[in-house]
């Protein structure tokens, strides 16, 4: 399948799935919890994900998926195609609000980003892109980010971070919050990766991110311009959880020297 037919198959595949979601509020959602009390997961994510693996499997045979919930594949290098999968992006958003969340889907060929999506299912608004082609928020075609300053910048962060905690020197962030222009709490990865590629906010910032919050927001963000990377300035992390730091490339480098003061690395 060329790249153009891919693409084709795969917003078929995410609209449909985004269905299935909007459908899902018309009947009894059953919540679990993970690792602790307030990560949330609903047979509406796993039955998503496994929507997705199935269409894969039958129609990319040699591809390998790598998912949020555990039915794909266990991923420890990423060779060949790799498709990263949140089914759900924001499920405290899915639960609570019935709004705020994204099916973020990346494709990756030997660890480069070649193809995002990020679909904002209650407000049908699909963002995405292709490396090269540049990204997009529906039929509009997103600009190149512009130069800006911390002072006139918004940025995505949980409030969190700027209250005692043992992850960040609080002060900092305190800092930040007062010398940014605005400060926003989503709680979605991906929508806000999504709003940094159409220049709603400027950066994002995240303590802990898996590689399938970030994967298709990556390939977005490269097309704008938007730098990416860990606390300590490495490349995004696609194989295993790590702190995240997406912003305007004017920016991304003063945040990292002057706001985020990491406590353990
Ligand atoms: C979460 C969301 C949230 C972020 C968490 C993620 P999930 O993903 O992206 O905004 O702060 O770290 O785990 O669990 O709702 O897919
Ligand atoms: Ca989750
Ligand atoms: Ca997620
Ligand atoms: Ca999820």
Redesign the pocket.
Known sequence: MDQHAMDRYIKSMIKEAGHRIRNSFLSDISVDT?AHAN???TNV?KEVEKFFIRHIREDFPGHRVFG?EGYGDTIEELSGIVWML?????????VHQRRN?AI?LGIYEDGVGKMGYIYDVVNDDLYYAVAGGGAYYNDERLQPLIETDISESIIGM?AMWATPNRHVEHEATIRLVHEARGMR????????LAYLASGRIDAYI?????P??IAGGLVMANEVGAVASNFSGQPANLLKSDTFVAANPSIHGKLLEDYIKPKHI
Not at 86 to 94: A, E, L, V, W, Y
Not at 185 to 192: K, T, V
């Open positions: 993970k990560d949330l997961v994510d949020e949140d089914p759900i992006d924001g499920t405290m958003n899915f969340f973020s949980n709490s989503y709680g979605s990865a991906a929508l806000e995240s303590m802990r991110l898996s399938w919050d």
